[in-house]
């Protein structure tokens, strides 16, 4: 069993449920490598203590990253900031030679997204993957079984999303996720896009052009100070966008929400073919929906209930369901298995994905702006 010692930098929601995933690593079987989490660091002191008191593999507490990037007892980094701070650190994290699982978008704009790949590739020893967790459920990766075996037949339309909710109340506080300067133009795009566009790009469906429709449905909202203050970023985000491949082309409908009444975390992605079509919504997380089509007999929809089957073993039983903390731990467990040189079962989120990503969102906002559909 080898030890990936792990710094993680940004200790809010995100670097919790990292650490929580790595104080049950036992929950795996049959893995060759363990991360331990050795150094944690954030701005804000009173966050690192949480990790402190949990943890006793924890030997560096710091405010400042460069003191984990300094260390040579840390081989990688799980980083979770806010989005105006990706490209200087996950820049300086590569450079320093560490391993990194850095959180979405992957920079604040296309021009951020650029520097880091431009390290990425100037560093090809460091393994640099970027966190999208939904294409671990079971019934998600029923459906990257389906695109590789190409049951689909002629594609008809494809539609993915990411929606939340909480936002239709115009009382919630900001946060820095509705603010330009530190979650950038993209809004609500940057914030929920990569995890709706990472598997439509593992599958080779990139958009050749968009027509963005933007929405900004609540534009001040209250600091929690006291004062109402503007909330200039985007609320949801619907791309039409059209894939064009060598055989056929078809339209392609990406969805992000912070405003969709009643959701709460629902990642979906909807594949209708000629032969073939399947869907899957974290809404019911263990139902996976095919319709196989053959002439002459019922157009039906078959519904199947999936058991806890993650693509790296575990103690949990099939009759038993998987969940969002449980695809966090399948996707850490694919970074550390690439991390120590093996191929993943599936591999997380690449920098060459988060490009495209950008590309797509950069030409959403040129479409907004002028009404138009911007080609890719
Ligand atoms: N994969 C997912 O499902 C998912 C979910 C939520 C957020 N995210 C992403 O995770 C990242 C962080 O989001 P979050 O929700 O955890 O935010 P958060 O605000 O809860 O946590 C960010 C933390 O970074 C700290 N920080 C700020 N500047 C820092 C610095 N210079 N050095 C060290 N720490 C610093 C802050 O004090 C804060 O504690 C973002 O990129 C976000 O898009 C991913």
């Known amino acids: 069993m080898k030890t990936l010692r792990?710094?993680?930098?940004?200790?809010?929601?995100?670097?919790?449920?990292?650490?929580?995933?790595?104080?049950?690593w036992m929950h795996l079987l049959e893995m060759g490598v363990k991360p331990e989490i050795v150094a944690v660091c954030d701005t804000n002191p009173k966050l690192t203590e949480w990790f402190s008191t949990n943890f006793s593999s924890v030997k560096l507490v710091s405010t400042n990253y460069q003191d984990l990037l300094e260390n040579p007892?840390?081989?990688?980094?799980?980083?979770?900031?806010?989005?105006?701070?990706?490209?200087?650190?996950?820049?300086?994290?590569?450079?320093?030679?560490?391993?990194?699982?850095?959180?979405?978008?992957?920079?604040?704009?296309?021009?951020?997204?650029?520097?880091?790949?431009?390290?990425?590739k100037a560093n090809p020893s460091v393994l640099v993957r970027c966190s999208s967790e939904f294409p671990f459920f079971p019934a998600a990766q029923k459906l990257v079984r389906f695109a590789e075996e190409k049951r689909f037949g002629r594609i008809l339309e494809v539609e993915a999303g990411f929606w939340h909710s909480s936002d239709l109340d115009p009382n919630k506080p900001i946060n820095w996720k509705r603010m330009i300067a530190i979650n950038g133009e993209y809004g609500v795009m940057g914030d929920l896009g990569f995890h709706v566009v990472h598997l439509p790009a593992r599958f080779g469906w990139i958009p050749s052009d968009v027509r963005a429709v933007l929405s900004n449905i609540t534009t001040t909202r209250p600091d929690g100070k006291g004062n109402i203050v503007p909330c200039e970023t985007w609320d949801n985000a619907q791309l039409l966008t059209r894939v064009v491949s060598?055989?056929?082309?078809?339209p392609m409908t990406l969805s992000t929400k912070r405003i969709a009444?009643?959701?709460?975390?629902?990642?979906?992605?909807?594949?209708?073919?000629?032969?073939?079509?399947?869907?899957?919504?974290?809404?019911?997380?263990?139902?996976?929906?095919?319709?196989?089509?053959?002439r002459g007999l019922a157009q039906a929809w078959q519904v199947q209930d999936l058991g806890y089957e993650g693509l790296y073993p575990s103690i949990?039983?099939?009759?038993?369901?998987?969940?969002?903390?449980?695809?966090?731990?399948?996707?850490?467990?694919?970074?550390?298995d690439e991390a120590i040189g093996n191929t993943p079962k599936f591999r997380c989120?690449?920098?060459?994905?988060?490009?495209?990503?950008?590309?797509?969102?950069?030409?959403?906002?040129?479409?907004?702006k002028n009404q138009s559909v911007v080609k890719l």
């Open 246 to 250: 060598s055989d056929f082309e078809f």
């Open 349 to 368: 989120g690449t920098p060459e994905e988060t490009a495209l990503s950008h590309q797509l969102f950069t030409a959403a906002l040129e479409s907004q």
């Open 316 to 336: 949990s039983g099939h009759i038993f369901e998987f969940g969002f903390t449980d695809s966090i731990l399948q996707m850490w467990a694919a970074f550390c």
């Open 73 to 120: 007892n840390v081989d990688a980094i799980y980083c979770a900031v806010p989005h105006n701070l990706h490209a200087e650190l996950y820049v300086n994290i590569i450079q320093a030679g560490k391993h990194l699982l850095g959180e979405k978008p992957f920079g604040i704009d296309l021009e951020a997204n650029t520097k880091i790949l431009e390290a990425v």
């Open 6 to 24: 792990f710094g993680i930098i940004g200790c809010g929601l995100m670097g919790r449920e990292f650490a929580s995933a790595a104080a049950r």
């Open 261 to 294: 009444p009643s959701e709460t975390n629902t990642w979906f992605l909807r594949i209708m073919g000629s032969d073939f079509s399947a869907e899957f919504s974290t809404k019911q997380p263990k139902t996976l929906r095919t319709l196989e089509y053959k």
